[in-house]
């Protein structure tokens, strides 16, 4: 059963949030991880077997202040995100071409950045 962990936490700063959200990914069971809020300051965490107590403790004493707001189970709408759909005609309207000489090296290079006739100074 997926469950969604909502954690609200005090962060002032980009560091704060990145060391949060780098805390809550690295534990088991989570699937995905995200911030939300006004001032981005509500942690959203979506996985299975994820011990809500142990992540806002977890939060609590490497970020700062943490308050567990809401756990509850997946919706089967936020479980399948519908994207919008793109125009066909748009995306085939795109082409990159791609030029031979932008993949060799004329003369090929050999040790230390040499071409390679220069590489061995060896005669015997």
Do not use: F
């Amino acid at each position: 059963m997926k469950q969604k962990i909502v954690i609200k936490v005090e962060m002032t700063c980009d560091k704060c949030r990145s060391k949060a959200m780098a805390l809550v990914a690295a534990t088991v069971g989570v699937d995905s991880v995200a911030l939300a809020g006004d001032g981005k300051d509500q942690v959203v965490v979506v996985g299975d077997g994820v011990d809500s107590v142990k992540l806002t403790s977890a939060l609590r004493k490497k970020v700062g202040h943490a308050q567990l707001m809401q756990v509850g189970e997946v919706k089967k709408e936020e479980e399948k995100k519908k994207k919008p759909a793109e125009p066909a005609a748009a995306a085939a309207s795109v082409i990159e071409y791609a030029y031979p000489w932008q993949y060799y090296q004329y003369p090929p290079a050999g040790a230390y950045g040499y071409p390679q006739y220069y590489s061995n100074t060896c005669w015997m």
